[in-house]
């Protein structure tokens, strides 16, 4: 481990259209103590070329040619292979405020704390964007409950746009089977090993709204993970976390009330191909509310949502498809 030294893990795959302007905001950070590891999976769009390019100017960027895919056992093996005293995670298509990682270890270090985390803009891509800056940084300083409660189950459940001490970090993993939730069941993992975490307002990640996203694309059985994920956190908050199990029932019903929207958008046949799928929604929209208090805690115009879909799945799903096919 190199002290003071922060870890820039980025998986990539087919990224050559952005990874070489994600690598560059990390290149001009004001914080110099810093490496670079982009773990590439075989991509086949001269992504590879690009960053081996850029090696060669720069030796504190490292390629990882990897023969699995998969972004999530790309973190993991960057975490093993990192140097740094702090680890941090980029994804390929975004980009950093200069003065970001400076930041982020000033706080971590001021607060003592386990972990620092950011705010973020929705960047749409133009290098030509002017973002405005923070005047001043508000900053708290949470316990391990605190967080949960403010934080993680109010959707900040993004790895990237943190700072984490290595010492932390280690020994947890990102849920290979896991191919959406999988940000957020790392910090969920991860909370045995929190007693400090520091929140600010400074924007100093840039999160490129990106169409081809997974969460952006239509319905594959893979988006199932965003109920599964969901589940696990669900265990996990259950036990260790009781003042918030309504809230995290309601957040499951909602999770399973947009996945099954996803599938409503399809045609019709394909929607009945998923309809396993549909009685999983459903069933755990219901037993998710059965819960004292989750009703409570659902969104504006959930309520009746949650209602209709639990008890008439097929008349919801069919209202829906009407609706978003006008």
């Not at 985390?117 to 960047?123: K, L, V």
């Not at 969901?230 to 309601?250: G, T």
């Not at 069933?283 to 819960?291: D, F, G, I, R, Y």
Request: net charge neutral; hydrophobic share 40%; charged share 30%.
């Amino acid at each position: 481990m190199i002290k003071d030294m922060v870890s820039v893990i980025i998986p990539v795959y087919n990224g050559v259209a952005w990874i070489e302007e994600c690598i560059a905001s990390v290149l001009k950070q004001t914080w110099k103590e810093f490496e670079i590891i982009v773990l590439d999976d075989q991509s086949t769009d001269g992504t590879t070329e690009v960053v081996r390019n850029l090696t060669r100017e720069d030796s504190r960027i490292r390629l990882i040619c990897r023969n699995s895919r998969g972004v999530s056992s790309a973190r993991n093996e960057g975490i093993v292979l990192s140097n740094g005293e702090y680890i941090t995670f980029v994804d390929a298509d975004d980009k950093l405020d200069e003065q970001m990682l400076e930041t982020l270890v000033e706080y971590l270090q001021k607060e003592n704390s386990d972990m620092v985390s950011c705010g973020y803009h929705r960047w749409n891509g133009d290098p030509l964007a002017v973002l405005s800056k923070d005047k001043e940084n508000v900053v708290k300083t949470v316990d391990r409950e605190t967080y949960v409660s403010d934080y993680l189950l109010k959707q900040h459940t993004h790895c990237w746009g943190v700072l984490y001490r290595r010492m932390v970090i280690e020994g947890v993993t990102f849920r290979k089977e896991l191919t959406i939730g999988e940000d957020m069941m790392f910090l969920i993992d991860l909370l045995p090993k929190l007693n400090r975490i520091t929140i600010i307002d400074y924007k100093g990640y840039h999160y490129r709204i990106n169409e081809s996203g997974v969460t952006l694309r239509p319905f594959v059985p893979a988006y199932m993970d965003e109920v599964k994920s969901w589940k696990l956190a669900a265990e996990i908050i259950r036990r260790d976390f009781p003042d918030c199990i309504p809230r995290i029932e309601a957040i499951l019903a909602v999770a399973a009330i947009l996945v099954a929207g996803k599938i409503s958008v399809l045609s019709i046949p394909e929607i009945q191909k998923y309809k396993d799928y549909v009685e999983e929604c459903q069933k755990t929209v219901k037993e998710a509310l059965k819960v004292r208090g989750a009703r409570r805690n659902l969104p504006a115009g959930y309520g009746i949502k949650t209602m209709l879909f639990g008890n008439w799945p097929w008349i919801y799903l069919k209202l829906y498809h009407l609706w978003k096919s006008r």
